[in-house]
């Protein structure tokens, strides 16, 4: 007798304008074969110009648009959403403000981060994209790399989900950190939804 098919998770990756996207794209190259019940269901811009948007008209995820500036439109619009789209899990990635403690307290999804850094280290308020590797630059570290956590009240703080390190001793410049922390984020972030999810 054949197995029950499992349901298939739906993950909204929220984004700022700013985004490039990247860690959307290796989410989706990761469960587009279909080899893990997951997709991404939804992408958020706050941007209607943002770049993102063509990468998912390309990879046919859906994008809905809403506008930051106020942050209780932003979380009202934003759960609503989530309900239309029956959202089991948020993916921030380079979503870069804070999520108010009652929309992190009344939501029943994990929601997610991902830092391009060894978190507790080179976190928190004002630290993100090329300021975190300047900083470990400066900081002569001789490793870095990425973290996937849970979102809670403060900057960059909340429970480790998953964390990889590399060797950035070979690294010249902040630019040569970001790239190879970037290879890492679009290693780890598939693999900890899966992790959040439970499924193996
Ligand atoms: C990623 O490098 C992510 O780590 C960073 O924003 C970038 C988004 O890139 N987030 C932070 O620094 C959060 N503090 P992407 O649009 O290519 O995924």
Do not use: W
Not at 143 to 160: E, I
Not at 162 to 169: F, M, P, R, S
Request: proline residues 4%.
């Amino acid at each position: 007798m054949a197995g029950i098919a499992p349901q298939t998770r739906r993950i909204a990756v929220v984004t700022s304008g700013n985004s490039r996207g990247s860690n959307l794209r290796a989410i989706h190259d990761a469960f587009r074969n279909g080899a893990y019940p997951v997709e991404i269901a939804l992408c958020i811009v706050t941007k209607r110009s943002a770049p993102i948007v063509t990468l998912c008209q390309d990879k046919g995820i859906p994008v809905e648009f809403i506008s930051s500036k106020d942050l209780s439109t932003f979380e009202t619009k934003l759960r609503s959403l989530l309900d239309e789209y029956q959202i089991d899990l948020i993916a921030l990635a380079g979503f870069l403000k804070k999520l108010s403690i009652s929309f992190i307290r009344d939501l029943t999804i994990p929601i997610l981060n991902i830092h391009p850094a060894l978190l507790p280290r080179y976190g928190g308020e004002g630290m993100y994209g090329i300021k975190v590797h300047e900083a470990v630059f400066s900081a002569r570290e001789k490793r870095s790399g990425a973290t996937v956590h849970y979102v809670n009240r403060d900057y960059d703080s909340g429970r480790v989900v998953l964390q990889e390190a590399i060797d950035i001793t070979d690294c010249t410049s902040p630019q040569d950190i970001a790239a190879k922390v970037l290879k890492v984020e679009h290693h780890i972030y598939a693999k900890a939804i899966l992790k959040v999810l439970k499924i193996h």
